[in-house]
């Protein structure tokens, strides 16, 4: 398979997007695992994962070939390496020490603080299930085009409780109860998106609080994704560098230079 930039550059988005919804670059501790996806007809998928201190490595297999992704926050960049060819492509993520996609933030803190192309604006405090959210009209721009949101994020966790989006979409979330999974205490949410004329959409998230991770998500009768394997403690530093042997692909003008737009994604 000949390696193209537009492959690199899909890859590196994608990598992005699966690092935001799982929630997996500024993880409460170290770790290593295995995620596994499980969609229909059977079809099965894996990745290695491994989580350093503020940096995170995936290893999977694209149309047979061994992908790795690398990405490290303080230096604001993400790699993509494909070992068989000792070749790499990179992508900044807005500058060293930012806040990556999937980052857990502080409850009082401005939840787009580090991620360009987003503002936010502090509307107030309210009550959403019983609980006080601070509320933030958020705003995404994006080559010329700009779209608002609503949020609502939970004033003791950081999570986000409710979310309006334009065209009448809602996603809420709901905390159900504290379960065990894999020998691992855990909280077990549930998420409820709407739309107008459509019907509703319900999922199952389980988050890990020491990992501050979510470890498994389940769209029932779609697709179920789980760490397993997990395996809490330090994590060699050579996983995050580039081989001294690897040589760098130029990305082409018109590569996106930071990371994707995406809703604001903490905990479950």
């Not at 997990?230 to 050579?238: C, L, S, Y």
Request: aromatic residues 6%; hydrophobic residues 35%; contains cysteine.
């Amino acid at each position: 398979m000949k390696i193209t930039m537009a492959t690199i550059g899909r890859l590196l988005v994608v990598g992005l997007l699966v690092t935001a919804s799982s929630g997996a670059v500024f993880a409460g501790a170290e770790f290593s695992g295995e995620m596994l996806r499980h969609g229909p007809q059977g079809k099965r998928s894996s990745e290695k994962m491994f989580m350093g201190d503020k940096r995170v490595r995936t290893e999977a297999t694209h149309q047979g070939r061994q992908i790795i992704r690398i990405t490290d926050a303080d230096r604001g960049v993400a790699w993509i390496l494909f070992p068989d060819r000792k070749k790499y492509g990179e992508q900044k993520l807005g500058g060293p020490g930012d806040k990556l996609p999937g980052a857990r933030a502080t409850p009082a803190e401005n939840p787009c603080n580090g991620l360009p192309g987003m503002t936010c604006r502090r509307l107030g405090e309210e009550e959403i299930s019983g609980q006080t959210a601070v509320k933030w009209e958020m705003v995404a721009s994006h080559q010329g085009q700009t779209m608002q949101s609503t949020q609502w994020i939970d004033k003791e966790r950081g999570t986000p409780l409710r979310q309006e989006m334009p065209g009448g979409q809602i996603i809420e979330h709901k905390f159900i109860a504290m379960e065990n999974l894999d020998g691992r205490r855990v909280e077990k949410w549930e998420m409820v998106a709407t739309m107008p004329n459509q019907p509703e959409i319900r999922t199952f998230q389980w988050f890990d609080p020491e990992l501050e991770i979510t470890v498994r998500r389940e769209l029932p009768g779609v697709m179920i994704s789980e760490l397993k394997n997990i395996r809490v403690g330090k994590q060699p530093g050579e996983l995050f560098t580039i081989p001294a042997d690897y040589e760098r692909m130029t990305t082409p003008a018109g590569m996106p230079e930071g990371p994707p737009g995406r809703t604001i994604d903490r905990r479950p």
